[in-house]
């Protein structure tokens, strides 16, 4: 079985800052994804980015990027700049790339962005 | 597409009484996943379906709940009958099969259970 620990209850960081959210799994598998998601106050869960475990290189989507380390099954995500609409609970998720495979959630990150 | 559509976003009953959640789909998505959230167990996973099959539903708490998913667009989650430790959020999310990379959710139902 897959396990996703998120070992970040909560975090804040200042308008403007940088901060990195940490997540690492457990997996004997060798090919899956890895997700972060973004939920807002508004309940909506959205993807924030995602990581392909095939990829040395590090997704990026604008001002979020990943720090893979397979070796360490280690997917932590950094935020630059961070904005007010950047304050949400954040979930890492993983998946193998077995066809119909299920969606594995960690326990969620609260991040506050301070003014 | 207008995504994973949920009804209704917001149920409040007495305890005892039957409640229906419905998902609809994105269209051409053949995996759909029910999950449940609250603060002190976070984001659980119900039950998921594959081409309307039931894959593995060894997330459903209990015999008051069941998932059905009849058609390609279309899953309901029932609880019957229930209780004041269901109140939750209910998410539903689908995904591409072949594609299988991220799900796709929506903006899910508030059950709250008096």
């Known amino acids: 079985a897959q396990t996703v620990t998120q070992s970040q209850p909560e975090m804040s960081v200042q308008e403007a800052e940088t901060v990195t959210l940490s997540c690492t799994y457990d997996?004997?598998?060798?090919?899956?994804?890895l997700f972060w998601y973004k939920q807002p106050p508004s309940r909506q869960m959205i993807l924030v980015i995602r990581?392909?475990?095939?990829?040395?290189q590090n997704a990026t989507e604008n001002r979020f990027s990943v720090n893979f380390q397979k070796a360490a099954k280690s997917f932590s995500l950094k935020i630059s700049d961070s904005q007010l609409g950047d304050t949400a609970m954040y979930f890492c998720?993983?998946?193998?790339?077995?066809?119909?495979?299920?969606?594995?959630f960690g326990e969620g990150t609260q991040l506050t962005v301070n003014p | 597409d207008a995504g994973v559509i949920q009804s209704p976003r917001h149920e409040v009953t007495e305890m005892g009484q039957e409640v229906t959640l419905r998902c609809k789909p994105i269209?051409?998505?053949?995996?759909l996943f029910w999950y449940r959230q609250t603060m002190m167990r976070g984001l659980e996973l119900l039950i998921y379906?594959?081409?309307?099959?039931?894959?593995?539903d060894s997330g459903m708490p209990e015999d008051r709940f069941s998932a059905k998913m009849p058609n390609a667009s279309f899953s309901t989650l029932k609880i019957q009958p229930s209780e004041p430790r269901d109140s939750a959020v209910y998410f539903c999310?689908?995904?591409?099969?072949?594609?299988?990379?991220?799900?796709?959710f929506g903006q899910g139902t508030r059950l709250t259970v008096v």
């Open positions: 999310a689908s995904s591409h099969r072949r594609i299988n990379t991220e799900a796709f």
């Open positions: 997996t004997s598998e060798s090919n899956y994804y």
């Open positions: 990581q392909e475990a095939y990829k040395q």
């Open positions: 998720a993983f998946r193998i790339t077995t066809s119909g495979s299920r969606l594995t």
């Open positions: 269209s051409g998505h053949n995996s």
């Open positions: 379906f594959n081409n309307n099959v039931p894959i593995d």
